[in-house]
């Protein structure tokens, strides 16, 4: 790049964070970015279970960073994987080997699953946080069909036709009632020897309620509307084993005080299709961070901030997104803990970006405060809830179709670019007249017993490379 640039600056992961972080910095007079994501696009996440469960394209969702970053000359975009961070050499050192020095460094890595200490579930139990997970999961729920309608025995066929969400956050709940819409109406008088309408899909949930960042009510109208689509709602569940086969369960006994606490009631689950929303942690990347700079960790695995969400002596490394363990400092106020949501993450690369500018400029940097523009969590055809923060400490609360179509075009507005907002618009409205879901083509998945014995003969990293080809 030209040498007229004076600074420098390595955004590591191209999620909501790192592309908000990479817009505010080429504002900045003399500023270079280098953008750095160990895949070739950006994932609008809040969608990605549409993707896995056929209702959208993968393009429609995803855009390529090069394509977003096209016209901004001061951004290299990179398609690598970070290994090293050198906080004293202000250098990051990519997979190849190769070397890059920074002025600045903002890690936005993001998250991935957890298992809770139980990683050899995943095999069985597949979670949802790239198009990878998403091509997963939808194969397994088409094939789930497929595989029933050739199948003889009763036994069997119920348990292929035995869908189970684990974890009634916002990607569970929205999984569980596309899955009931998907038995009950898309595959309608399309298969011979079984009826899809037969279909069962559990929702498994170990706290009191679903949406458990939404108000009560909220959550009580999302178990309603919920079960309305057909959906078992099983809260105060927890999982404690999975294979292939299904999994077993143990669940605490219902009502309040003391019966609440007695001992729980053990049960089994027998599903061919599984799918994990429970768990969150972040990025490996996190411990490359702690170990270089001395920054502390969460149980999560996420990097404890400053408030101004550097982690460095020398605050010349910030972290951001999913992968900060940030706090809102809310003037006149107790700091209080900062939601993985992908507001969140625009925000803080906002921030970022900012207080590098205030370092060149010599003026102190700005404290983190959370603008909380509210919960949005939809359930299915013509039902959602939605929690809009109001002024002076006043909420807007809503649910059903309202509540839908606001969340329908707020997420087209939130999209990348112009075409994946019309192609989502023109998929969504052909599904809500027909109820056909155009992305059912599936490829042939390896099965479970193989990608098992490639892990344990390659190593789970070459596992799940050898899976995505």
């Avoid at 964070?17 to 996440?45: C, S, W, Y």
């Avoid at 596309?178 to 898309?186: K, P, V």
């Avoid at 010349?316 to 993985?340: C, N, Q, W, Y």
Wanted: include cysteine; glycine fraction near 8%.
């Amino acid at each position: 790049m030209s040498t007229a640039y004076k600074h420098h600056v390595i955004v590591i992961g191209a999620g909501f964070g790192g592309l908000e972080a990479t817009r505010a910095l080429v504002k900045i007079p003399g500023m270079r970015v280098t953008l750095i994501d160990k895949t070739n696009h950006h994932l609008f996440q809040p969608l990605l279970y549409q993707v896995a469960t056929a209702g959208l394209a993968a393009p429609s969702i995803a855009a390529p960073v090069r394509t977003v970053m096209h016209r901004f000359k001061q951004v290299c975009t990179l398609q690598a994987e970070v290994t090293a961070i050198d906080a004293s050499a202000n250098t990051v050192t990519l997979a190849n080997g190769m070397q890059l020095d920074y002025d600045w460094l903002i890690v936005a890595a993001g998250a991935t699953h957890s298992y809770f200490g139980n990683d050899q579930w995943r095999h069985h139990a597949p979670g949802l946080k790239t198009l990878r997970d998403a091509f997963t999961i939808r194969s397994r729920v088409v094939e789930a069909f497929e595989r029933a309608e050739l199948e003889p025995d009763p036994q069997t066929r119920q348990a292929l036709l035995t869908f189970a969400v684990i974890g009634a956050g916002p990607t569970g709940v929205e999984m569980a009632g596309t899955l009931a819409e998907i038995a009950r109406h898309t595959l309608k008088d399309e298969f011979r020897n079984i009826d899809p309408a037969q279909a069962r899909v559990f929702l498994i949930e170990g706290g009191p309620r679903v949406l458990q960042s939404m108000p009560p009510r909220l959550s009580e109208r999302a178990k309603q509307q919920l079960e309305r689509l057909g959906v078992t709602v099983m809260l105060d569940t927890r999982v404690t084993h999975i294979d292939g086969t299904g999994l077993r369960y143990e669940q605490m006994h219902a009502g309040n005080g003391p019966e609440r606490s007695s001992a729980p009631h053990a049960g089994t689950l027998a599903s061919r299709c599984i799918i994990w929303a429970a768990g969150v942690a972040a990025s490996p990347l996190g411990k490359t961070v702690a170990a270089a700079t001395g920054a502390a960790l969460d149980r999560a695995g996420r990097v404890k901030v400053t408030p101004q969400l550097t982690v460095d002596a020398a605050q010349r490394i910030f972290v951001i997104g999913d992968l900060a363990a940030a706090l809102s400092h809310e003037p006149g106020k107790e700091p209080t803990p900062v939601p993985g949501v992908s507001p969140a993450a625009k925000q803080m690369g906002q921030l970022a970006a900012a207080n590098i500018r205030h370092q060149i400029e010599g003026t102190p940097m700005a404290s983190f405060r959370y603008r909380n523009y509210g919960n949005l969590a939809t359930i299915g055809r013509n039902a959602a809830v939605v929690d809009l923060p109001m002024p002076f400490g006043k909420h807007l609360r809503f649910s059903g179709l309202l509540a839908w179509q606001f969340w329908l075009f707020a997420h087209v507005y939130f999209l990348i670019g112009f075409r994946n907002r019309l192609v989502v618009l023109m998929d969504w409205a052909s599904a809500y007249w027909t109820y056909r879901r155009h992305a059912r083509v599936v490829a042939p998945m390896p099965p479970v017993s193989d990608l098992l014995a490639m892990e344990q003969q390659n190593g789970p990293d070459r596992a799940a490379s050898d899976q995505a080809r």
